[in-house]
């Protein structure tokens, strides 16, 4: 009879000498260290604060990689990419009070990307917690409830023998879907007390699997076999759960049209005949998504800007196979299926049967022809003129970050991204200052593959300290501007409005000077030279900068 303390695995005479006798010196960041680097960490992105040196110190003594951007915003942007572009979570380093506080707006936009950062900060010491009011530097009454509605999960260490579980149980989180940033906090004097916990080794945080319900994804393929007009709507929890290849199969043997949201941009071949690209802007996709007898909805919580403002209104029945339980039936009631993307368009794969419709690649032409139509009655031929010089210059496999600037909003949902996880931007919490230090993140993750940035002149300025980062580390990012003087977006929108604008115009600086005290190279180009500019700035290593002086204007709303 086997009983439950006979599987205990026994420690080897060697690791319970190394237990016995651990290396002196060391404390509690380097406990953080070593937790990390069990779990996989390579990189940590941030920078150094009065109460964080103690785990900055063990970074420097460890052989991690560490990316320190200029200010932790601007880090945690970066941080987020990397962790979009290798599917792994990244340290983010934050020190207390003002530094992590910074760092909120970029968390939020981890947050509604499902960007896996783990946000590692200090806090006051010990005898600081609790709430009292003791004046410690940077002290907050409650820290954490700051992160709590923004976060996926707060995790505090009090102790050094508590660390290591911690920050396992914060990865975990940050893994498992969906994925999202995680919030960590140890006291100051735990960071930098030597301790008697031996070297962590050993760690284990494999992330939970999230599989569907096998008799939902039954009716979900019943529905779809038989449907006369079936859609798939496919949003980045297709992306981040590497699906696209199962989407396209799913596709093809339902004869399904496909639109991907803003979020999913990639996920379907752009000019597959059954791609709807990404036209959401638009009242004619509108109409052709509502009279979908079954609409498939996957990876996308159908928010405002995958539902034209909320103006679509589905009249078919809705399958909604979605990760996060927040968003599952929370805009349009359906078939709910609380899954990962890739487990659940694995299940249809498995149960769906071959449906016929010789007719639906043509309704998807008519159907771009009309919004083709629509645009051409429009004096929007510069807007797509510079995405399709963009696009030629850019190699396919290229990442691409766009600011919330007109030019993003129109890549949105006329910029063909070529493969999944390549083209990002900051539409899901919609924060000025994004491009250009993901775009940097993006760098570290892929060392040399070029990577183009595209911001306004009012979203550059967010980002303007971190030219010296990407000197520093020779990255290998194009910074695109396009300068038309201030807040573009926003004093088109007061314009119509209010006729009348206010705080939209800037003072900006010469960008390509500006640069080039950086030790950047910059230059200015035009739409006419666009396109062999930016195909030498990205075959050029390490860092540069264009300028481009224009006035955009988007195509107009049909929402209103």
């Known amino acids: ?184 906090e140890i006291p100051e004097d735990v960071l930098r007390e030597p301790t008697i916990v031996p070297p962590v080794t050993g760690m284990d945080a494999t992330p939970h699997e999230l599989a569907p319900r096998p008799e939902l994804t039954a009716v979900a393929a019943h529905w779809l076999s038989h449907a006369e007009r079936p859609v798939i709507i496919a949003g980045g929890g297709v992306v981040r759960a590497d699906a696209a290849g199962k989407l396209k199969q799913l596709a093809e043997r339902l004869n399904a049209p496909v639109v991907t949201t803003f979020g999913g941009k990639g996920a379907f071949p752009w000019n597959h005949p059954l791609s709807l690209q990404s036209w959401l802007e ?77 007719a639906a690649p043509e309704r998807v032409k008519l159907l771009l022809a009309d919004i083709a139509a629509r645009l051409a009655g429009q004096d929007v031929a510069l807007e797509q003129e510079l995405l399709a010089s963009i696009r030629a210059a850019l190699p396919a496999r290229s990442p691409s970050f766009w600011d919330m600037t007109i030019l993003g909003y129109w890549a949105w949902s006329a910029f063909d991204a070529k493969h999944p996880n390549t083209m990002h931007s900051a539409q899901g919490a919609g924060g000025l200052g994004y491009a250009f230090p993901a775009a940097l993140g993006a760098c570290v993750a892929e060392p040399g593959t070029p990577v183009l940035a595209v911001s306004g002149d009012g979203g550059a300025m967010y980002s303007l300290a971190d030219l010296a980062t990407a000197r520093q580390h020779d990255l290998d990012v194009t910074w695109l501007i396009v300068d038309d003087g201030g807040y573009g977006i926003l004093r088109a929108y007061m314009t119509d409005s209010f006729g009348r604008t206010t705080g939209t115009e800037l003072t900006r600086p010469d960008f390509v000077a500006l640069a080039a005290s950086f030790g950047v190279p910059a230059a200015a180009t035009t739409p006419a030279t666009l396109r062999e500019d930016l195909a030498a700035a990205l075959a050029t290593p390490g860092p540069s900068l264009l300028v481009l002086h224009t006035t955009l204007k988007m195509f107009a709303p049909t929402h209103l």
């Not at 010491?125 to 409650?142: C, F, K, S, T």
């Not at 260490?157 to 660390?163: E, G, K, L, M």
């Open 1 to 184: 009879m086997t009983h439950d303390h006979d599987l205990v695995l026994r420690p080897t005479e060697a690791q319970t000498a190394a237990a016995l006798a651990p290396p002196p010196g060391r404390t509690g960041g380097d406990l953080v260290v070593e937790t990390l680097r069990s779990l996989g960490a390579t990189t940590v992105f941030g920078l150094p604060g009065q109460h964080a040196l103690g785990l900055f110190d063990a970074v420097g003594r460890s052989d991690l990689r560490l990316i320190g951007l200029r200010t932790e915003n601007n880090a945690a942007f970066a941080a987020d990419a990397y962790g979009r572009i290798t599917g792994e979570a990244v340290p983010l380093l934050l020190s207390t009070g003002p530094g992590a506080l910074m760092a909120l707006p970029a968390l939020a936009e981890a947050a509604a990307a499902s960007a896996p950062v783990l946000a590692l900060s200090s806090q006051v010491p010990v005898a600081g917690l609790g709430g009292g009011r003791r004046g410690y530097l940077h002290e907050l009454r409650d820290q954490s409830a700051s992160f709590r509605d923004v976060v996926k999960s707060v995790h505090v260490a009090r102790t050094p023998s508590q660390i290591p579980t911690v920050v396992a149980q914060a990865w975990e989180s940050a893994l498992t879907a969906p994925h999202g940033p995680v919030w960590v």
């Open 282 to 358: 638009d009242r004619h996709m509108t109409d052709f998504l509502e009279d979908a007898d079954v609409l498939l909805v996957v990876g996308s919580g159908l928010g405002e800007l995958s539902s034209n403002y909320h103006t679509f209104l589905p009249a078919g029945r809705v399958v909604q196979i979605e990760a996060d339980l927040g968003k599952l039936e929370s805009n349009h009631p359906g078939l709910g299926i609380h899954a990962d993307a890739r487990l659940g368009l694995q299940a249809l794969l498995e149960t769906v049967s071959e449906r016929e419709d010789p």
